[in-house]
């Protein structure tokens, strides 16, 4: 069974960056999507990145500021968030499709997923 492990979320004020990566265990590569939740909210889309790497897609709220990439040596997905602001505070998570190479909005497509990890944007 694949497991994802996340890291890189933590405080930080609006306008500034973070860098979340998500690692499969297996040394394979997997579509992946990245979702968050905030408190009192439902999970939502992010962005997703096909298994070559070659596609990518974002939600609106997030495009342009976001930017989701692969280490395929290393089988870790990353997801760049840059001018943050207190609305992307949430819960993120990334997920994978274990059976389909290509990425998707959809959360369940994705058949394994990450622990999360908190994200905080000050104002």
């Known amino acids: 069974q694949v497991q994802l492990v996340e890291s890189g979320g933590g405080l930080v004020q609006a306008g500034g960056s973070l860098r979340l990566s998500c690692a499969a265990s297996?040394?394979?590569?997997?579509?992946t999507g990245w979702f968050r939740q905030a408190p009192g909210k439902e999970r939502e889309f992010v962005g997703g990145i096909s298994w070559s790497g070659g596609t990518t897609i974002y939600a609106d709220s997030v495009k342009g500021r976001f930017t989701i990439s692969r280490d395929s040596a290393e089988s870790t997905v990353y997801l760049q968030m840059n001018s943050l602001k207190p609305e992307d505070t949430a819960v993120y998570y990334c997920?994978?499709?274990?059976?389909?190479?290509?990425?998707?909005?959809?959360?369940?497509?994705?058949?394994?997923w990450g622990q999360g990890t908190q994200v905080t944007v000050s104002s």
């Open positions: 997920a994978v499709r274990t059976t389909d190479g290509s990425t998707s909005y959809r959360g369940y497509h994705y058949n394994v």
């Open positions: 297996g040394r394979s590569r997997y579509a």
